[in-house]
């Protein structure tokens, strides 16, 4: 994982799973989660929490929206 910071929030995150899983970030407020290609990853968002899948060897990109 590297994440950018900027004021004590979190910026930027890019994931590289090593295996199939259900990532949750918590969070205020959303992230914009996008494999490197672009697509954007289907997410679940109660306020709270962002969850979502990562499959291995796929990395994504987490920013702030």
């Known amino acids: 994982v590297d994440m950018d910071w900027k004021?004590?929030?979190?910026?930027?995150?890019v994931l590289r799973p090593g295996s199939n899983i259900c990532c949750t970030i918590?969070?205020?407020?959303k992230m914009h989660i996008e494999k490197l290609n672009g697509?954007?990853?289907e997410y679940r968002f109660d306020g709270k929490e962002q969850t979502f899948d990562l499959r291995a060897g796929?990395?994504?990109i987490c920013t702030g929206e």
């Not at 918590?26 to 407020?29: F, Q, V």
């Open 39 to 41: 697509k954007p990853v």
């Open 58 to 60: 796929e990395p994504v």
């Open 26 to 29: 918590r969070t205020k407020k």
């Open 7 to 13: 004021e004590g929030s979190l910026t930027k995150a």
